[in-house]
């Protein structure tokens, strides 16, 4: 079984920053891609952040320069570092991830971002 576990969320004033921790627990041979999502109220769900196995970070454009994902293999996390915090990015936020020893992929229970104005 194979679970993720998101922390690091709650209350900042707009301008503030968070940071997101996700470890992923269980059978795990090899984690490969892992991600951000966030689903605000009434919108559907949408792609924070990736980070592959390689390296390679995709951003939604509506956080470029203003988050970061990173990754620790060794610890099998990942964050999400998020800085100059609008209302906007105010959601619940899922960590994600594929694992080589299955074809599914995995999601946390999601860990509450709400940003005030």
């Known amino acids: 079984q194979v679970q993720l576990v998101e922390s690091g969320g709650g209350l900042v004033q707009a301008g503030g920053s968070l940071r997101l921790s996700c470890v992923a627990r269980g059978n795990i041979f090899r984690l490969n891609n892992m991600g951000w999502y966030r689903q605000a109220p009434g919108k559907e769900r949408e792609l924070v952040a990736r980070?592959?196995?390689?390296?390679?970070?995709t951003y939604v454009d509506s956080v470029k320069g203003r988050f970061t994902i990173s990754r620790d293999n060794a610890k099998k996390m990942v964050y999400l570092q998020m800085n100059s915090l609008k209302p906007e990015d105010t959601a619940v936020y899922y960590c994600?991830?594929?694992?080589?020893?299955?074809?599914?992929?995995?999601w946390g229970q999601g860990t509450q971002v709400t940003v005030s104005s």
């Open positions: 980070i592959t196995s390689g390296g390679t970070i």
């Open positions: 994600a991830a594929d694992i080589s020893n299955s074809p599914r992929s995995y």
